[in-house]
């Protein structure tokens, strides 16, 4: 416990055999542990996860087997409201899982990763599933999840989502393959990800002289649950000139006023 910080978890598998498979309670503990863990990155907004919160037994009970779970050293930047707020977000978004296909609250991709592989290890039964529940001061306080491998499936659900829409993305051009699919790669200018290029065999020479550019792609875009795209069936292509978006953005916060960077390029090259 850290600094007199009454918030703790308890993680309870239910029922005598609670306890009778050690691999399977420990297992079931490590991948709380590592959901936790991308909670804690999705909450304190990390691009990359590292130096999480470490956290300690204060209870272990067996039969039924029951753990408390307490913090014990805060990861940098979190501090008691974050480590409440998180154990607010993992109970929640554990409860809502069992109930519903979708990402919960709070919750990103990874950490519907880390809970779909925790709640696979459950069974389809309450009496052989996991309970989890918020103490404050030792006393159980809000909410309590029950959960079972119906978690999973709804999280796996919530992983495949795919949106669809027409729009354009901006980035770099590189890697063509044209063995079976057709599809280059595209560095996303903002966020650094790489988002998949469909294109046809009409297109390929248009592929080809544009790689190692600055492109804007239009077509079909596939997004995943947060809205993030990850593929586009190209319609367009056009060779951009100019600052990239993240040069813009270092030169002068006022240069676009107020316009998305994007779009500010997109209204020169069009009035040129």
């Known amino acids: 416990m850290v600094g007199g910080m009454s918030t703790e978890l308890r993680v309870t598998l239910p029922g005598p055999e609670g306890s009778a498979d050690a691999r399977r309670a420990l ?8 959901l936790l863990t991308r909670l804690e990155d999705a909450a304190l907004k990390r691009p990359v996860s590292r130096g999480h919160t470490t956290w300690s037994f204060t209870e272990v009970r067996l039969g039924s087997l029951v753990t408390t779970l307490a913090p014990n050293r805060l990861a940098d930047g979190a501090t008691s409201v974050t480590i409440k707020e998180l154990a607010g977000t993992t109970i929640m978004g554990l409860a809502t899982a069992e109930d519903q296909e979708g990402l919960p609250s709070g919750w990103t991709l990874q950490a519907a990763r880390s809970g779909a592989d925790l709640a696979q290890l459950l069974g389809l039964v309450v009496s052989d599933g996991l309970v989890v529940e918020l103490l404050e001061d030792g006393e159980p306080r809000g909410p309590r999840a029950m959960v079972t491998r119906q978690a999973a ?11 669809y829409s027409i729009g354009s993305v901006v980035g770099r051009l590189d890697a063509i393959s044209v063995h079976g699919s057709r599809e280059a790669g595209l560095w996303h ?24 550019e600055r492109v804007e792609v239009a077509g079909r875009l596939t997004r995943d649950a947060e809205d993030h795209p990850i593929s586009i069936k190209m319609r367009s292509l056009d060779v951009l000139q100019g600052a990239p978006v993240t040069d813009l953005i270092g030169l002068d916060p006022n ?3 107020g316009m998305d960077p994007v779009d500010y390029l997109r209204e020169i090259r069009d009035a040129s």
Request: charged content about 30%; cysteine-free.
């Open 255 to 257: 240069l676009t006023g």
């Open 153 to 163: 499936k709804n999280l796996a659900a919530a992983v495949r989502t795919r949106r």
């Open 27 to 34: 297992a079931v503990l490590d991948r709380f542990l590592a």
């Open 189 to 212: 200018e903002r966020t650094g990800d790489r988002i998949a290029v469909t294109f046809d065999s009409s297109q390929t020479d248009e592929i080809r002289s544009a790689l190692g």
